[in-house]
C-alpha cells in the first residue's frame, strides 16, 4: 500500500518550489570559490561516496562510491584481459627480508611501512577487559604489511621462471595495499587503499618497455575514453620516478582548482627486481639471464579524479560510462489512482530503457518527497532525471533534466528512449570536451622565473617550461614554489632553449604544477 502523506502539486512552478526547499535543507555545498579543499570532503561525504572510519587514515568506501569504483574495475579488467594479462592474489603480508631484497625499493618506501611484529594478544592481568600483546608471541621474522607487492611477487616468480618457453608472464592483482600517510584526504590519500597492480616478466628489454608504454596508453585510453579526464602522458624525471624502476611512464591529470593529478604510472624495471630475486630463464641458445619486469597501476585515488574533473557547486556530475544509475525516474502524484498510472509508464520506460542498454532506477520510494529526491540525484550526479506527473500523462510525455547542463526539457514518451540512448553519448563526449578546453586553456608557456611564479599563483595549471635537466634545479624549484615536474610529456617539441632557472640549456620543455 503506498503512503499518500507525500502529496505535491504537478504545477510546475510549485514542483521546483519543492526542489529549493529541499536544497535549502542542508543540501548546499561550500562552493569551489569558497574553499576548493572544504567543497571536495563535502561533496564526498554528502553524496554517500565515503566517510572517515574509526583507523585513523583510512576509510569507509559507501555502496554508491563502491558501485563507482565497480565499474571502473570491471572496463579495466575488460582492458587488461583484452591484452592477454590474467588475474592473481599475492599475500599481503611481505617478509622483511624479502622486502630488503631490491634496495631501491625498500628505501623508496620504508617510512610508509607498517609492520607486523606479534601474532597473538592476550588479557592483560593489570587492567581486567583489555588486551595486551602477548611477549612470547613475537614473529621470528617481521613482516611488512604491503605497500607494493614487487618484492612477493618476484620471490614467487623465481619458481615460476625457467625457461624462456615460461615467458611472458602478464600478471594482475587487484588488492589493497597501506602506506601510512600523515596526511589524508579521502580517496586521494588514505593510509589503505584499493588498487590493481600489474606485474610482467619478459625475455627482452624492448618486449618490457614496449609493455610499458602499452600499459600507460591503456591507462590514458580509459582516462579519456572512459572516465571523460583528458590526461598528458609523458615520462617523469629521474627523481619523481618509482622506486627500483630504469623509467617510470605516466598520465596527468588536471583539476578544476589548476593542480595536477598523477592518475596511473607504468614502470620499467629492467632486470633491477630479477637480479634482486636472482630471477634468470634459459634462452633459446642455452645461455642464462635475468628476467626483464614491468609493473603499473591505478588506484581509488582515480575517485578523486573524476570528483574534481566534472563536478560542480551542486554536486556529482559523473560521465554516463561510470554513473551506476543512469536514469532515474521520479514520479509525481496525489493518490493511488496517479500513482498506478504513472507506474505503469515509468515501468514500460524502465523496461525499454534497459532494453537498450541504459540503466535506470524507477525511484516509487514513498519516503521522501519529490523535491527531496530531485536536490539527492543532483547531488548525485545521475546523468539524467525524468519526471512524470498527471499532466505529463495527460500530455503524453514526461519532463526531462540534464545534470551536465541543468537543463530541462519536455520529451514525447515514444521519443524517450531514442532521446536518453543519443544523450548518454552525447554528456559523455561534451563532459570530455569542457574538461579538454579547461585543461588546454590552462597549459601556460613561460620564458622566464619571474613568468613562472606569476602564472602559479595567478592563473595554476600547468606550466610549460624549460629545464636544464638536472636534479638540482629540478629540487630547487621545487623548494621555491611547490611545483614539481609532473612529466615529460611524450609530444613535446625537441627545441633548443634555456632553462627557466639557470639559464642554461635545455632540449625541450617539461610541464610544471603544484599536485596532489
Not at 25 to 30: E, I, S, V, Y
Not at 386 to 400: F, M, N, Q, R
Not at 442 to 451: M, Q
Amino acid at each position: 500500500m503506498v503512503s499518500f502523506a507525500r502529496t505535491v502539486s504537478t504545477n510546475y512552478r510549485k514542483r521546483y518550489k519543492f526542489y529549493a526547499k529541499y536544497k535549502e535543507m542542508g543540501k548546499n555545498l561550500t562552493t569551489r570559490s569558497e574553499d576548493y579543499s572544504k567543497w571536495y570532503n563535502e561533496l564526498v561525504v554528502k553524496a554517500d561516496l565515503a566517510e572517515n572510519s574509526a583507523v585513523r587514515g583510512c576509510m569507509v568506501i559507501k555502496p554508491y562510491g563502491y558501485a563507482i569504483w565497480e565499474k571502473m574495475q570491471a572496463e579495466l579488467d575488460r582492458m587488461f584481459k583484452e591484452t592477454g594479462h590474467q588475474n592473481a592474489y599475492f599475500p599481503l603480508f611481505v617478509p622483511k627480508s624479502l622486502f630488503e631484497a631490491e634496495e631501491k625499493n625498500a628505501e623508496g618506501f620504508a617510512k610508509e611501512c607498517a609492520i607486523v611484529t606479534h601474532y597473538r594478544l592476550k588479557n592483560d592481568p593489570d587492567k581486567p577487559g583489555k588486551l595486551m600483546v602477548d611477549p612470547d608471541a613475537k614473529l621470528e621474522e617481521e613482516l611488512v604489511v604491503r605497500p607494493t607487492s614487487e618484492a612477493i611477487i618476484w620471490n614467487t616468480y623465481k619458481n615460476w621462471i625457467q625457461s624462456y618457453r615460461d615467458l611472458p608472464i602478464k600478471i594482475n592483482q587487484w588488492a589493497n595495499v597501506v602506506r601510512w600517510e600523515m596526511r589524508t584526504r579521502l580517496f586521494l590519500r588514505t593510509a589503505e587503499f584499493l588498487w590493481q597492480e600489474g606485474h610482467t616478466a619478459h625475455t627482452t628489454r624492448q618486449e618490457a618497455l614496449e609493455e610499458t608504454e602499452l600499459m600507460n596508453n591503456i591507462y590514458a585510453e580509459f582516462a579519456e575514453n572512459f572516465m571523460a579526464i583528458p590526461v598528458v602522458k609523458g615520462a617523469k624525471t629521474k627523481s619523481e620516478r618509482f622506486a627500483g624502476a630504469l623509467e617510470t611512464y605516466c598520465i596527468e591529470a588536471l583539476m578544476q582548482d589548476g593542480k595536477a593529478l598523477q592518475a596511473g604510472t607504468s614502470h620499467f624495471l629492467g632486470q633491477n627486481f630479477a637480479k634482486a630475486f636472482d630471477v634468470k630463464f634459459a634462452t633459446k641458445e642455452g645461455g642464462l639471464e635475468h628476467v626483464w619486469a614491468t609493473s603499473w597501476g591505478v588506484s581509488t585515488r582515480l575517485m578523486g579524479a573524476l570528483i574534481m574533473t566534472h563536478s560542480d557547486d551542486k554536486g556529482l556530475v559523473l560521465p554516463p560510462n561510470l554513473a551506476p544509475v543512469q536514469v532515474v525516474i521520479v514520479p509525481i502524484y496525489k493518490g493511488e489512482e496517479q500513482f498506478q498510472q504513472i507506474s505503469e509508464v515509468a515501468k514500460d520506460l524502465v523496461r525499454d530503457l534497459r532494453a537498450v542498454g541504459v540503466s535506470v532506477k524507477f525511484d516509487d520510494n514513498d519516503n521522501q518527497k519529490p523535491g527531496w529526491k530531485f536536490a539527492q540525484y543532483e547531488l548525485q550526479g545521475v546523468p539524467v532525471r525524468l519526471a512524470i506527473g498527471p499532466k505529463d500523462l495527460e500530455k503524453g510525455t514526461v519532463e526531462l533534466a540534464r545534470r551536465d547542463t541543468l537543463t530541462k526539457e519536455f520529451v514525447k514518451n515514444e521519443e524517450v528512449v531514442e532521446k536518453v540512448k543519443a544523450l548518454m553519448t552525447e554528456i559523455q563526449d561534451s563532459l570530455y570536451t569542457k574538461a579538454k578546453d579547461y585543461r588546454d586553456s590552462h597549459i601556460t608557456e613561460v620564458e622566464s622565473f619571474d613568468e613562472f611564479k606569476s602564472v602559479l599563483k595567478e592563473k595554476g595549471g600547468f606550466i610549460s617550461a624549460h629545464w636544464d635537466g638536472t636534479s638540482e634545479t629540478e629540487n630547487k624549484i621545487k623548494d621555491l614554489t611547490k611545483a614539481t615536474i609532473r612529466c615529460i610529456p611524450f609530444d613535446r617539441k625537441e627545441e633548443a632553449g634555456a632553462c627557466v632557472l639557470t639559464g642554461k640549456p635545455s632540449n625541450g620543455r617539461v610541464l610544471f604544477a603544484k599536485a596532489y
